[in-house]
């Protein structure tokens, strides 16, 4: 069984810098996508990047591309996710999540997808950007 815990949320100035981590203990190769989301309060939870297993390609939603950077250390199973420039629009709860069905979905390069394609999610972590 898959587990994600993702780690290196906190709290920071608006242009600063935070690396997350997504450790996932079981994985294999039946595994199509890793990736990203955020919630915002009293927002829908939103896809901010995502990881194709095949063929290592990766995207972004618009808002967050030349900012963020999505990776992956395949030795040690675990994705991060570099955030710099970071807003205070950034402020959200950020979740890593798996899917065994299908790969990253995108629409003119933009990363875009729905939930229900994602069976594993992590528990989350907290990312506040404040002055």
């Known amino acids: 069984q898959l587990q994600l815990v993702e780690s290196g949320g906190g709290l920071v100035q608006p242009g600063g810098s935070l690396r997350l981590s997504c450790a996932a203990s079981?994985?294999?190769?039946?595994?199509?996508?890793i990736a990203w989301f955020r919630q915002a309060p009293g927002k829908e939870r939103e896809g901010v990047s995502c990881?194709?297993?095949?063929?290592?390609?990766?995207y972004y939603t618009d808002s967050v591309k030349g900012r963020f950077a999505i990776s992956r250390d395949k030795a040690n199973s675990t994705l991060y996710l570099q955030m710099n420039s970071l807003r205070p629009e950034d402020t959200a709860v950020y979740y890593c999540?798996?899917?065994?069905?299908?790969?990253?979905?995108?629409?003119?390069?933009?990363?875009?997808?729905?939930?229900?394609?994602?069976?594993?999610w992590g528990q989350g972590a907290q990312v506040t950007v404040s002055s």
């Open positions: 999540a798996a899917s065994n069905m299908v790969p990253c979905t995108h629409y003119r390069g933009n990363y875009n997808t729905t939930l229900d394609r994602y069976g594993y």
């Open positions: 990881y194709t297993i095949r063929d290592d390609s990766t």
């Open positions: 079981g994985f294999t190769s039946d595994y199509y996508a």
